[in-house]
């Protein structure tokens, strides 16, 4: 993450990591923000439809501080795609399953980048020589790698069961109303108190071994078993 690069200190070689983590940004953002609005859909809810939420377009969809959050902690979010959970034969199911869409799509980006650098690895050649297409190769897998490191980021951290996470919304199906909605009268502070607990690195060791577990149970069950996670 680039709070990591700012505190050994920043050097020309940071550019292009800086540079491979913003598209993928834009596209763990945009499709967790659509799963939302597509799941909603499915569930009878057409208020992301009809306010233009369902596109792939990142603008659309990015928060600029929530962007910049991620890009430093690795960790972030989006606009909100709104939700309109009396439209939902079940209310309690209808928000769950939405919140739940997020993080899950975000998990599959994650499965699907490590396919792409499993079939990658079929592919090459036992030998490269240097030159453009060894930095072009080696760029591709450090992009793969990159690309599932931040989608099962974003999905573990918005696991979280706490406000406004989407992991509070999924309480919403468990919880009695009178304690969740207790509990959501103090979004705002928790929300901060979030904030404050990433930029001071209390987070960063239990966050850090859920997504490198996760990620080493993907990489096993495809044969990467040597990634450095």
Known sequence: MLLNILSRGFTARDIPLILLRIPIILIALTVHEVAHGKAALWMGDTTARDMGRLSLNPFRH?????????LIFGFGWAKPVPINARRFKNPKTGMALSALAGPASNLIL???????????YVVLPNEISPGFPFYLITTTILFLMMFA??????????????????????????????????????????????????????????LTFLISGALRGMGSLLGLKNLLW
Do not use: C, Q, T
């Not at 990015?62 to 991620?70: E, F, L, Y």
């Not at 994650?110 to 990658?120: C, D, E, K, Q, S």
């Open 110 to 120: 994650a499965f699907f980048g490590l396919v792409l650098l499993r079939l990658l």
């Open 149 to 206: 490191s931040m989608n099962m980021a974003l999905a573990i951290f918005n696991l979280l069961p706490v406000p406004p996470l989407d992991g509070s919304r999924i309480l919403f199906g468990f919880l009695p109303n009178k304690l969740y909605f207790g509990i959501m009268r103090y979004e705002r502070f928790i929300a901060a108190g979030i904030m404050v607990l990433l930029f001071l690195g209390v987070l960063d060791k239990p």
């Open 62 to 70: 990015i928060d600029p501080i929530g962007a910049i959050v991620m």
